[in-house]
Nanobody, 122 residues
Framework: VQLQASGGGLVQAGGSLRLSCVAS????????IGWFRQAPGKEREGVSC????????YYADSVKGRFTISRDNTENISYLQMNSLKPEDTAVYYC????????????????WGQGTLVTVSS
């Protein structure tokens, strides 16, 4: 199983980034996938998750209305579109799967991607 996250970078507050997570080695279309982040000095937190069919989506309150999760089951990719970025969004972002997905965002995926750094300057 491999999960490869990419798309991070340095952006000014108010800007946008799109993260990608390419998955292989498991039946991607059969499982939910999640995005997580870990800011310096803080614990890893759930940001968003999406059900296997791409219909159910959940977001942390801190990103609701600004971030959009999606997936392409034909390409085994999940995306996290991040708009109106704030300095407090600065973190290493990880994708993870398989995992349950509900509004709690409290599940730990079986596998993790390597993380991609997002830095938002003020």
């Amino acid at each position: 199983v491999q999960l490869q996250a990419s798309g991070g970078g340095l952006v000014q507050a108010g800007g946008s980034l799109r993260l990608s997570c390419v998955a292989s080695g498991f039946p991607f279309r059969s499982y939910s996938i999640g995005w997580f982040r870990q800011a310096p000095g803080k614990e890893r937190e759930g940001v968003s998750c999406i059900g296997s069919a791409g219909i159910r989506t959940y977001y942390a309150d801190s990103v609701k209305g600004r971030f959009t999760i999606s997936r392409d089951n034909t390409e085994n990719i999940s995306y996290l579109q991040m708009n109106s970025l704030k300095p407090e969004d600065t973190a290493v972002y990880y994708c993870g799967a398989p995992m349950p997905c509900d509004s709690s965002l409290g599940y730990t995926p079986e596998y993790w991607g390597q993380g991609t750094l997002v830095t938002v300057s003020s």
